[in-house]
């Protein structure tokens, strides 16, 4: 493209190049490649400086998404419980075997009933006592105070917490019945403790998210600072601000990629030594607690934001400082 | 080629650098642009390549109002105009070839051959095919100068600026560079040279502009070549 001379003006015998639309884009591309790939090499130039931004992204960037792989397996978790609620029926004191058993078949019959387990006054204080250490003392009191019990497991169709309390309502309302009870309040507590982290997740990542833009800016500034002659003679030798300005956002990207890789490799091995410690308190539960780590498209999901960030940073940073610089004659 | 008009230029802050200047540089015409340091010809040549901007006045180039170009297009009009520093502003940590070849990549309309074969072109006609390799700090003054030169005329721009071209260099090596130019304008190349050189300028016997705290006060034009 010539603005100030037309091709056959320009040198007599000196023949101009002549391109067509569709060549000019895929040397356009061409080009594009090689700045992709020679923005690596600015990385490279300057190692400690490229390593410390790559590190500070990385870890920025593992804390969101531990927070994230902790919301995600406590939900799992919620999950798994949530649906072994059980509910706890106690009867009226001075019922009959037969009325106990009329109830019991009654229950049986209901639709939402998968299960039931009839705990009678004497079972319960036998399991008081060996379960609460007061064995000796309980057998002082004249009379048995504990009431019998149904514990009835609803079908899995109840067990979310709001169809279990509608059927606890429903069996409430048996005569034999004096009250029950649905322990789902500590599940309660759980979910909100969960709502709590991931809003919190959504804060740090947001906070983060800006510190990571503002480090990548900083980092490409500094760059750009360094090689100001370069672009100075680059703008007077009939460079656009496009192309000055590409390789810094490529090499943003970079950073946003490497940054993301990192904070993978960092997760990954938190998760390992959250799988340590919690093997632990599994062995004492008896219960296997397997924490789900990234899958692969969420560690997709990091490298894009991650990538995006970088992006973001070198852009807004490029925009600012490349536009700056003016070359001069000396 | 290149043409002013009434051209004034006033810096922010006041100081006037250019008043009212006027001249017109034929096409395939070499002159030199001469005057005390301060008397306006770095401006005048930052008006040209677009650095600065008149503050009254037209520039044309190719009959082509400067005013009319915008910043966007600031850098394909930059193209057709090959400058040389004098300095050089070579960049130090590439090669001569890559430093050359900058104007070609910049185009980005030319294959690796296509590149190889400019650059070795106008590497040969400053005479320093030899070096292509070499990074310009192992290079002399003179073929750093040269090295400038063959990036400026690399993609065959119609016209050659050149701001104090010998301005580090001993008689013996500005002769040469000047010969260089010399070449250049032979084959229809215009060529404006800013130099304080007075004896290279006597002994050229080119046109010469003379400024003078910021007015041409001597157009050394022959009275035929005015006509």
Known sequence: ?330 | MIKFEQVSKTYPGGFRALEKVSFHLERGEMAFLTGHSGAGKSTLLKLISMIERPSIGNVFINGKNLNQITPNQVPFARRDIGMIFQNHRLLQEHTVFDNVALPLVIEGIYTQGEIEKRVHAALDKVGLLSKVKCYPKILSGGEQQRVGIARAVVNKPPLLLADEPTGNLDPELSKEIINVFQQFNDVGISVLIATHDLGMIARMKNRSLTLKQGRMINDGLTQEALI
């Open chain 1, 1 to 330: 493209m010539s603005l100030l001379f037309s091709s056959d003006e320009k040198r007599q015998g000196a023949h101009q190049k002549q391109v067509s639309v569709i060549t000019k884009f895929i040397y356009f591309l061409v080009q594009n490649l090689r700045q992709i790939v020679t923005s690596i090499g600015e990385i490279w130039r300057t190692p400690v400086a490229s390593a410390m931004t790559i590190a500070v992204m990385g870890l920025s960037l593992t804390l969101p998404a531990t927070l994230h792989i902790i919301v995600k397996n406590v939900q799992s978790i919620n999950l798994e419980w949530d649906s072994a609620s059980e509910i706890s029926l106690f009867l009226n004191d001075n019922l009959s075997e037969q009325q106990i058993s009329a109830a019991m078949h009654r229950i049986k019959t209901y639709n939402e009933v998968e299960s039931l387990v009839y705990i009678s006054k004497d079972d319960a204080i036998k399991e008081f006592k060996s379960s609460s250490g007061f064995g000796q003392a309980l057998d002082y009191l004249d009379n048995n105070p504990l009431p019998a019990s149904f514990v009835v497991t609803p079908t899995s169709q109840h067990r979310q917490a709001e169809a279990a309390k509608q059927l606890l309502l429903k069996l409430e309302r048996e005569r034999e019945v004096n009250f029950g009870k649905l322990d789902i309040d500590w599940l309660t507590r759980l979910n909100a403790i969960v709502s709590m982290l991931e809003e919190s997740v959504f804060t740090v990542a947001l906070l983060l998210m800006v510190s990571v833009v503002l480090i990548i800016g900083n980092t490409i500034r500094l760059s750009i600072i360094s090689r100001k002659e370069e672009i100075e003679v680059m703008k007077l030798v009939g460079a656009t601000e496009g192309f000055i300005q590409r390789p810094f956002v490529y090499t943003g990207i970079w950073y946003g990629l490497m940054g993301g890789f990192v904070a993978f490799i960092v997760v990954t091995f938190v998760v390992w030594w959250m799988q340590s410690a919690l093997s632990e308190i599994s062995g004492l539960y008896m219960a296997d607690f397997l924490i789900e780590s990234l899958t692969f498209s969420e560690f997709l999901i990091l490298m894009l934001i991650a990538s995006g960030l970088g992006f973001s940073g070198a852009y807004w940073s490029v925009h600012r400082h490349v536009r700056e610089i003016e070359p001069d004659l000396d």
